[in-house]
């Protein structure tokens, strides 16, 4: 049975920052892309970033570009994402989710294209 779980959500001021781990378990971890996405009050889920199997491509919501950044320890079955910068609009649940097939060459962006989920971790943004 597969599992993901975040963690490293918290409260921060505008300008901070935060990490985020999502550990999984269950798969095998590196024959997959993974993603995280984030959902505000009120809205869709949104893709935020991606990073394929091997780590050496990352992809980024325009929104978080140069802000957010992407990365995976293979060894350790988890995912990261690291939040710089953050202003007040970055303020959602903020859920990580493995690629629906393996082996896949470019990184999905879409929600339907990821097949397991975690169950979130809220960031907060006070301005």
């Known amino acids: 049975q597969v599992h993901l779980v975040e963690s490293g959500g918290g409260l921060v001021q505008a300008g901070g920052s935060l990490s985020l781990s999502c550990a999984t378990s269950?798969?095998?971890?590196?024959?997959?892309?993974m993603g995280w996405f984030r959902q505000a009050p009120g809205k869709e889920r949104e893709f935020v970033a991606g990073i394929d199997r091997s780590g050496h491509n990352t992809y980024y919501a325009d929104s978080v570009k140069g802000r957010f950044t992407c990365s995976r320890d293979n060894a350790k079955d988890t995912v990261y994402l690291r939040l710089n910068s953050l202003k007040p609009e970055d303020t959602a649940v903020y859920y990580c989710?493995?690629?629906?097939?393996?082996?896949?060459?470019?990184?999905?962006?879409?929600?339907?294209?990821?097949?397991?989920w975690g169950q979130g971790t809220q960031v907060t943004v006070a301005s």
């Open positions: 989710a493995v690629d629906a097939h393996s082996y896949t060459i470019l990184v999905p962006t879409t929600v339907t294209e990821y097949e397991y």
């Open positions: 269950g798969l095998t971890f590196s024959r997959h892309a």
